[in-house]
């Protein structure tokens, strides 16, 4: 399904991972024969008596409440609602340390940063991020548990959140000089930073009907994909960034047992900026391994400036995408407690510094754009589980206020239809840049090629963003969705071939 008055798909195509499925598309002569690009189509179109803007309006957090009032009073609502939102507090298991003992840590305790896997150890495996080994500072912050930790499981002792800083050179003004200027990565559901992913092994396998599925067989890849985003990492760097990444709460060497409170991983992104600047509650470890904390981390990172004066872009994938999306709309628009009972709206930070915000394999659209029935799952988690998940229609609505937007994707990608992000794209104001590849929203089987111009693209997009400026060099916005389908570059997926 796509929105009326889009121009219509042209032909159908099957792809394997991950959605094993036929799909629209639209075609283009390549190599001198025609192929079918295929799309993820659109899961919830506006109802035809309905005016006005329909995924803000019907998606708000006031709207979805309103919604789960009737729905939890109607078992055949509430009951599927409910599970998954069961299945959205739920730990996740960890895997760092399966394939091999080093880098194992217990993320629940007391960590000798030593132990952790460093940047350098990826040379094995050829990763360009084992390049960043000698600019690499192992970093741990102290911060609270979330509110469904709080009030289900009765836990109130901090947690740690762990991972790398890499520092940069900076990157090229225009005008001779190099400008500092910081990457947070938010990595994606169960994702873990320092997990091994080995380039021959998928992580997918054919089952006996046919069908290509994520297999989990830690013998060969703890974290398959994870090289890709590790890449993308590297890129940022290499052009000059500052890049801090660290496994979110409830992942990897991460402490904390749930994984699911999207705004709250956004306040994390600020506690951490907040916590380089005074030191409170850090631990680190320099590429010379000295060990530093509290007073002595001052000054050290972030170029030596302050948490409100370094430029900042922020990137998430996935679900880190969510909490990146939460952290645009607690600086540019209100920070809301969406998770307890009667949650106070604040006003927005207001943070000058915080520059942009790039999406991959987003829900950028929020709830709206979403298969039926997810807005359910949300409600239940806010209101029953404590637990903000989806960026809801507020979010989409405060898309205007953001200084600058990059969003990347598979066209399959399955968290929302392909025409959904580009709605999101054109409601931006500021700096705006949207880049497909064929293939899923897994980066399990993307083709590397296609991964490394995608690294390329997000350090092309933040330099314009630290820079201020509102149009991005090699980019051209797609007239629609076809053009935007057809743009993507001619590299598939490991399972999917072009067909006719």
Known sequence: MVNPGTTGPDCRTRVNFDRNAELPGYRVEEGGRHVCIPFMPTAQLVPPAFTGDFYVQEFTDARIRARWADCRANRTCAEPARAGAVAFTTAERRRTGTMDPQGRVDAQGQVDLRAIRRPGFFARFGEPIAQAEPRAWTVEFTVPRDSYERRHLNLDTPIQ?????????????????????????SNGGGNEITGIDDPAATGVARNAAGEFVAVADASASEQPGMRHWRGFAAALNAAGFDVLVTDRRGNGISGGVSGYNTAEQARDLFRMLDALETGEGVRLLSPGGELLSGAAVRGRLLAGQRATDIPVVLAGYSRGSYATAWAMHQNFVEDCDRDVPDGACR??????????????????????????????????????????????????????RWPALQIVKGTWDYVEGLEG??????RARGLRDIFVSRGPHPLNTQHPEAMRLVGLRMATFARAAVLGQTAMEGAREPAD????????????????????
């Open 481 to 500: 969705l076809r053009e935007l389908v057809l743009s993507s570059p001619p590299l598939w997926e490991a399972t999917t071939a072009p067909a006719n």
């Open 161 to 185: 959140l762990r991972g790398w800083y890499i520092e940069g050179t900076g990157t090229e003004d225009g005008a001779g000089a190099r400008r500092r200027a910081l990457i947070i990565l």
């Open 421 to 426: 992000s580009l709605s999101v794209l054109h």
């Open 347 to 400: 006003p927005p930070l207001g943070r000058a510094n915080i520059r942009g915000a790039i999406l991959y394999g987003p829900n950028s659209g929020g709830l709206g754009w979403r298969v039926a029935g997810h807005d359910m799952i949300e409600a239940a988690l806010r209101v029953e589980r404590n637990t903000t998940y989806y960026p809801d229609g507020d979010v989409l609505a405060g898309v205007a």
